[in-house]
C-alpha cells in the first residue's frame, strides 16, 4: 500500500520561498512519476506539475513556472517542491501524487495514489 507524507508548508510572506518535502513508501519509489497539486481555498485542485520516475523530465503549469521547481532523491525516495517569489495566489493546500504504474507519465489526471497534503499560506 502507497503511503505519501508531505511536510514542509507553512506561513510565509510574498516574494518568500518554501521547500516541500513528500516521502514515499510502499513501491519503488524510482520506478514511478510523481506529481505535484494545489487547491486554494473555494478552488478545485489543480496541478501544479511533475516530475519523470528518473528526475530527468519535468513539466510544470504555467502559473508556477520559473518559480517552482520540482526534484526527487530516489535514494530517500523523497519528491521535493521548492517554490520561491511566492505570490498570495499560490495559498493553499498542496498534495503529493504517485503514477499508478512504473515507468509511467500520466497526465494531470492520471495520478491515482495521494498524500493528507499540507498547508501553505502567503501573506500579502
Known amino acids: 500500500q502507497v503511503q505519501l507524507v508531505e511536510s514542509g508548508g507553512g506561513l510565509v510572506q510574498a516574494g518568500g520561498s518554501l521547500r516541500l518535502s513528500c516521502a514515499a513508501s510502499g513501491r519503488t519509489f524510482s520506478n514511478y512519476a510523481m506529481g505535484w497539486f494545489r487547491q486554494g481555498p473555494g478552488k478545485e485542485r489543480e496541478f501544479v506539475g511533475r516530475?519523470?520516475?528518473?528526475?530527468?523530465?519535468?513539466v510544470y503549469a504555467d502559473s508556477v513556472k520559473s518559480r517552482f521547481t520540482i526534484s526527487r532523491d530516489n535514494a530517500k525516495n523523497t519528491v521535493y517542491l521548492q517554490m520561491n517569489s511566492l505570490k498570495p495566489e499560490d495559498t493553499g493546500v498542496y498534495y503529493c501524487a504517485m503514477a499508478p504504474r512504473p515507468r509511467l507519465i500520466p497526465g494531470p489526471t492520471g495520478f491515482d495514489s495521494w498524500g493528507q497534503g499540507t498547508q501553505v499560506t502567503v501573506s500579502s
Open positions: 516530475i519523470s520516475w528518473s528526475g530527468v523530465s519535468t
